[in-house]
């Protein structure tokens, strides 16, 4: 599985964005994904997860009630809906997955996108 993310960019504090993770491959749809970020001097963590058929969804709680992830799984995509951002926000977001059940660890993935950038200015 290839992941490629995309979306990032800079926006001010309260505004929106939506990263996308378009995937390579026919069994993605049976893959779990999850979404994590890394400032810089941090270590990378945990934003959102969420398995193939989508009945398993895991939030951050510095996120949770800002942010929505979902999959389309006919594109092999999956989103994340970025709203309310703060400028702590700021982060190379990535992408991953693996096979199974939705991980919350950045050590239980397989798979992973390059990253893309979001810069939340105050």
């Known amino acids: 599985v290839q992941l490629q993310a995309c979306g990032g960019g800079l926006v001010q504090t309260g505004g929106s964005l939506r990263l996308s993770c378009a995937a390579s491959?026919?069994?993605?749809?049976?893959?779990?994904v999850g979404w994590f970020r890394q400032a810089p001097g941090k270590e990378r963590e945990f934003v959102a997860a969420i398995n193939w058929s989508r009945s398993s969804i895991y939030y951050a709680d510095p996120v949770k009630g800002r942010f929505t992830i979902s999959r389309d799984n006919a594109k092999n995509t999956v989103y994340l809906q970025m709203n309310s951002l703060k400028p702590e926000d700021t982060a190379v977001y990535y992408c991953?997955?693996?096979?199974?059940?939705?991980?919350?660890?950045?050590?239980?993935?397989?798979?992973w996108g390059q990253g893309t950038q979001v810069t939340v200015s105050s």
């Open positions: 491959g026919r069994t993605f749809s049976t893959y779990a």
């Open positions: 991953a997955a693996d096979r199974g059940v939705a991980r919350l660890r950045v050590g239980e993935y397989d798979y």
